[in-house]
């Protein structure tokens, strides 16, 4: 069973920062994929960073969403098994329910699929 857990949501200013932490249950096959994604009030949710743990080329590489590239620094942390964002300069715009996510697959015969942590709530405001 995957569990994904995440910590570290809560009320900031906009102009403050926070640290979001996921923490992934152990004897998964192989993650290709972790990422961090949001869904504000009414929208759809969106990817808002990830970083490619799997595969044969391109390990490390990280991609970011919307405007969040320079602001948030997504990190993985191999010992512990965790995931992190750490965001800057946050905005209200940013607020929503943070959730992490993995693209893993559980055992060596299993198909690759998505997990997702229950989520942790961002919110911005003065």
């Known amino acids: 069973q995957v569990q994904l857990v995440e910590s570290g949501g809560g009320l900031v200013q906009p102009g403050g920062s926070l640290t979001l932490s996921c923490t992934v249950s152990e004897g998964i096959f192989n993650i290709y994929v972790m990422g961090w994604y949001r869904q504000a009030p009414g929208k759809q949710r969106e990817l808002v960073a990830s970083?490619?743990?799997?595969?044969?080329?391109?390990?490390?590489?990280?991609k970011y969403g919307g405007d969040v590239k320079g602001r948030f620094t997504i990190s993985r942390d191999n010992i512990k098994n965790a995931l992190y964002l750490q965001m800057d300069s946050l905005k209200p715009e940013d607020t929503g329910v943070y959730y992490c996510?993995?693209?893993?697959?559980?055992?060596?015969?299993?198909?690759?699929?998505?997990?997702w942590g229950q989520g942790t709530q961002v919110t911005v405001s003065a």
């Open positions: 996510n993995i693209d893993a697959k559980m055992n060596w015969d299993s198909p690759r699929e998505d997990y």
């Open positions: 970083i490619k743990t799997g595969g044969f080329s391109n390990r490390g590489e990280t």
